[in-house]
């Protein structure tokens, strides 16, 4: 179903640009105490889990999986923010950082794309087998958000009791356009020098090898990005292939359990019309649209000094209706 957001933005703070940039102003000394975990995948390749708390054998708290943004880690302020957040509820969380995001290169020619789901089933695999008496959430950022889109569609028997999708591009053509236009071009670049740096970095270490230097390094936009290394790296014909498949829109509709989908109709990364999806949705399913609120921003109160963080209270809200321990089991 859809539904207005109750968010209402700070009157300091309503521009759009101003909600996505500032609290990565306001946040950039904010301390986080994580447990770092190495997964090693059945591919040969690995992921880095960044814990708030290492979880007993027997553990009963409930576990909440964290999936960050595009080029995103546990250092990005609103994962900081989130995973906080989910201490202070007395939960336990974990952000999985996608291939190549934690600081160091992964071992393959791919690292990963918006719908690419083979290290969140793992990673689901490996935790209904190590926690056998807790409740499991899970929420996603941005890309990360398309990406458990997918997921929860294709894997409709997984273990999770609700989730949340925070500012996803679910429809990626459309949102990669986007970002093309205006101030979001500043957007765009930023992202592209993370890609194109990692990307550079597996061809001078011979992990990449056919892709040609001088054509990445002279890539302008996410679309030649994605037309020219991350489709072909990932069995894709083209970016507009690449697009169809991934977008999380076509798909949402099969999710089994409650989800909520926040968006604001002023996000700079995505495009308004095309990431809210036009069909009529279940009634488990909940798209919030707020007027408001940037990417990832939703900043709100009254003392500029300080800010309120939004989303890290509606989100833990929505899941706490779900996570209650089934003492039967």
Not at 75 to 92: E, P, Q, T, V
Not at 302 to 325: A, C, G, H, M, S
Request: charged residues 20%.
């Amino acid at each position: 179903m859809y539904s207005a957001s109750k968010f209402k933005p700070a009157w300091w703070l309503t521009n759009a640009h101003a909600q996505t940039l500032v609290a990565k102003f306001f946040r950039r000394n904010q301390k986080l105490i994580t447990y770092a975990e190495t997964l090693e995948l059945p591919d040969g390749d690995f992921i880095d889990l960044a814990w708030t708390e290492r979880p007993e054998k027997n553990n009963t708290k409930p576990i909440i999986v964290i999936l960050h943004g595009l080029e995103g880690s546990k250092d990005s302020h609103y994962a900081k923010g989130m995973l906080n957040a989910i201490r202070s509820r007395g939960w336990i969380a974990v952000l999985m950082h996608f291939r190549g995001c934690s600081g160091k290169p992964n071992r393959q020619a791919s690292s990963y794309h918006s719908g690419d789901i083979r290290d969140i089933r793992y990673l689901t695999e490996q935790l209904i087998a190590r926690y056998q008496h807790c409740a499991f959430s899970v929420l996603g950022f941005s890309v990360g958000g398309n990406v458990l889109t997918q997921y929860l569609a294709q894997v409709p028997n997984n273990p999770y009791r609700a989730a949340a999708v925070i500012c996803a591009p679910l429809d990626l053509a459309s949102c990669s356009a986007h970002i093309n236009q205006g101030f979001s071009r500043l957007y765009q670049k930023y992202l592209l020098q993370m890609l194109k740096s990692s990307t550079l970095e597996k061809i001078t270490t011979k992990v990449i090898s056919n892709l040609n230097k001088r054509k990445i390094e002279s890539i302008k936009t996410l679309y030649e990005f994605d037309d020219y290394v991350t489709a072909p790296l990932n069995g894709f014909t083209n970016a507009q292939h690449y697009y169809q498949q991934a977008s999380g829109n076509q798909v949402m509709a099969k999710i089994k359990q409650p989800c909520l989908f926040i968006h604001a109709a002023d996000d700079p990364f995505l495009n308004h019309q095309r990431s809210i999806p036009q069909q009529k949705l279940p009634k488990h399913l909940t798209f919030e649209v707020s007027n408001n609120g940037g990417h990832v921003g939703f900043i709100h109160g009254n003392n500029p000094l300080k800010p309120k963080y939004w989303l890290e209270q509606r989100v833990p809200d929505f899941l706490n209706e779900y996570l209650t321990i089934d003492t039967e089991k």
